[in-house]
């Protein structure tokens, strides 16, 4: 596959990582390894980066599937066009666009495998977060197709859906997200038959437990959905307003019951000329804008977010 100049490999790919130590993917600056689950079986997608190309290699028996999709999951289907105009609507965005130019966005195709670790991270740290993906994945865990030690496929969703609560508990999952897990464990087959990113998003938040938070991290990543904004997430918006503005905080992370926050919905408003593209203009300026200042103890990125 050849791919755009100063196309970014392990920067767009790392969006399907987890923080931290992820056991079912392997990312360098020109090697990726992608264990998933797709219609056909198991399967691990092996990419590799030589100069403009790059190579994809599939193992198992969704090795087929993997390689047809291999440009998608690369985020070489990443549709671009007009965005050059939507980012000289702002001069910041404007640069983080100049100096990040081959950042895309991937489109897995896998809802199931991005909505486990994703309502784990419901209202929580992200290292506890992340240490009950983990332990998830080590319970379930099965070896991924291929020639990798220790890579794991992500659990069967059948498997998660019929795991009683108590199960979860010493993982330091409470009931609330485990049931969460659970439920959309159950709907995984009709999810992944899911055509585009609005569909999939209104039948993810019919789900109990799961709101709009949890579905923008979800089809952002699954569908390559260039507005997917995460609203309500801990640290986003004060990240966005901080770049955008240059003001430390963003408002009140503190909402009413079905209203936004003022934080998200400021972020909101000085996203809104991005409209279409939004969640590609939170992409760049993530990557290259610093952090807003910081007032009280350090917190893990990806924390404390809104169902």
């Known amino acids: 596959m050849r791919v755009p100049e100063h196309y970014e490999f392990a920067g767009t790919l790392r969006a399907l990582t987890e923080k931290g130590?992820?056991?079912?993917?392997?990312?360098?600056?020109?090697?990726?390894?992608w264990a998933c689950r797709t219609p056909d079986g198991a399967a691990t997608l092996h990419l590799t980066r030589d100069g403009d190309t790059v190579h994809a290699n599939g193992f198992g028996p969704g090795a087929?599937?993997?390689?047809?999709?291999?440009?998608?999951?690369?985020g070489l289907r990443d549709d671009l066009t007009g965005f050059d105009e939507v980012a000289r609507r702002d001069p910041v965005v404007r640069e983080a666009w100049h100096r990040k130019p081959g950042l895309r966005l991937t489109r897995s195709g896998r809802l199931f495998r991005h909505l486990l670790p994703t309502v784990l991270a419901q209202k929580v740290t992200g290292k506890e977060a992340y240490r009950a993906y983990?332990?998830?994945?080590?319970?379930?865990?099965?070896?991924?197709?291929?020639?990798?030690?220790?890579?794991?496929?992500?659990?069967?969703?059948?498997?998660?859906?019929?795991?009683?609560?108590?199960?979860?508990?010493?993982?330091?999952?409470?009931?609330?997200?485990?049931?969460?897990?659970?439920?959309?464990?159950?709907?995984?087959?009709?999810?992944?038959?899911?055509?585009?990113?609005?569909t999939a998003t209104r039948r993810l938040t019919a789900i109990p437990g799961i709101g709009?938070?949890?579905?923008?991290?979800?089809?952002?990543?699954?569908?390559?959905?260039?507005?997917?904004?995460?609203v309500g997430d801990y640290h986003i918006p004060h990240q966005?307003?901080?770049?955008?503005?240059?003001?430390?905080?963003?408002?009140?992370?503190?909402?009413?019951?079905?209203?936004?926050?003022?934080?998200?919905?400021?972020?909101?408003?000085?996203?809104?000329?991005?409209?279409?593209?939004?969640a590609r203009v939170c992409q760049l300026l993530?990557?290259?804008?610093?952090?807003?200042?910081?007032?009280?103890?350090?917190?893990?990125?990806?924390?404390?977010?809104?169902?």
């Open 134 to 198: 983990v332990r998830t994945l080590r319970h379930f865990g099965e070896p991924a197709p291929g020639p990798v030690p220790d890579l794991l496929l992500p659990p069967d969703p059948a498997a998660v859906a019929g795991t009683p609560y108590w199960v979860f508990h010493p993982w330091g999952v409470e009931a609330k997200r485990a049931d969460a897990v659970r439920r959309v464990a159950a709907e995984a087959p009709r999810l992944e038959a899911e055509p585009d990113s609005a």
């Open 64 to 74: 087929d599937w993997v390689v047809d999709r291999a440009d998608a999951v690369a």
């Open 286 to 307: 993530l990557a290259t804008a610093p952090g807003p200042p910081r007032y009280g103890p350090r917190m893990p990125v990806r924390s404390f977010a809104h169902f």
């Open 21 to 33: 130590r992820d056991p079912t993917v392997r990312l360098s600056a020109t090697e990726f390894w």
């Open 212 to 230: 709009v938070w949890t579905a923008a991290e979800v089809v952002r990543p699954a569908f390559g959905d260039p507005d997917a904004v995460s």
């Open 240 to 278: 966005i307003v901080y770049a955008l503005t240059g003001a430390p905080r963003a408002g009140s992370r503190e909402s009413l019951p079905g209203a936004i926050s003022p934080a998200d919905a400021r972020m909101l408003e000085l996203l809104e000329p991005f409209r279409g593209h939004r």
